[in-house]
């Protein structure tokens, strides 16, 4: 078990282009978990998975936003027509069972939107 | 809603000096409280826990107690190392939605930096 992967781990792209991150949680683990972080500041939750079931979405996810988790397995972000104001760190996490126990996150995804 | 308040950083601090970095929240009912360490280039890593009042978390050296009457957890270590170099972040995980997500609120995280 090598925890829980993201990919990639920088992305750079031009304003209006659309992006995909892939997260691989930790495999006995079925909830999963999107934060965003931006410079200075906290994680922000953006969405939340228990097995392929999208449970909760964050308003901070705008409609330009949009999760998968197919298969309760890796997970996928798109961000359509990005805008630099969506230049941040998005970080994935799971847990296990139903217990709060804290979450493992993976190393995160860099997006600069140029 | 939900917050967490953090003091300011950055912190520093020399090595073997004991640290503190105080944390208080805002939360309706009981949550659980976290605090998390982000080293430069990484993800988060969990790095102590308390899920009840008077509850104490400990791990590394680290500690923090889970202070109802006062809602605070404040971060402490009696005597730090360069390597604990990084972002502490207090986190709480309060509000139960029918979802059952226990997703995190955090504090906007300490730098804390420790020199030879």
């Known amino acids: 078990d090598t925890g829980v992967s993201q990919d990639p781990r920088h992305k750079i792209t031009k304003r209006g282009q659309n992006v995909t991150f892939r997260c691989d949680p930790i495999s006995e683990h079925n909830r999963l978990y999107w934060y965003r972080q931006t410079l200075g500041q906290g994680p922000e939750f953006l969405t939340y998975?228990?097995?392929?079931?999208?449970?909760?979405k964050s308003r901070l996810l705008s409609d330009r936003f949009s999760a998968e988790r197919p298969k309760g397995s890796f997970s996928t972000l798109e961000i359509q027509r990005t805008e630099q104001g969506d230049s941040a760190m998005y970080l994935c996490a799971s847990s296990p069972g139903r217990a709060n126990y804290g979450y493992t996150f993976g190393s995160g995804t860099r997006l600069t939107v140029v | 809603g939900d917050s967490v308040t953090q003091m300011e950083g950055p912190v520093t601090l020399s090595e073997e000096a004991f640290l503190t970095i105080n944390c208080t929240y805002t939360?309706?009912?009981?949550?659980?409280l976290f605090w998390y360490v982000q080293y430069p280039g990484e993800g988060l890593q969990l790095l102590l826990k308390?899920?009840?009042?008077?509850d104490k978390g400990s791990n590394k050296g680290f500690e923090a107690t889970y202070r109802k009457e006062t809602t605070s957890f404040h971060l402490e270590k009696g005597s730090v190392q360069v390597s604990d170099s990084a972002v502490y972040f207090c986190a709480l995980s309060g509000q139960y939605s029918g979802a059952g997500s226990y997703q995190l609120t955090f504090g906007k995280g300490t730098k804390l930096s420790v020199i030879p």
């Open positions: 308390a899920t009840k009042a008077d």
């Open positions: 998975f228990q097995n392929e079931a999208q449970l909760e």
């Open positions: 939360a309706t009912g009981y949550p659980s």
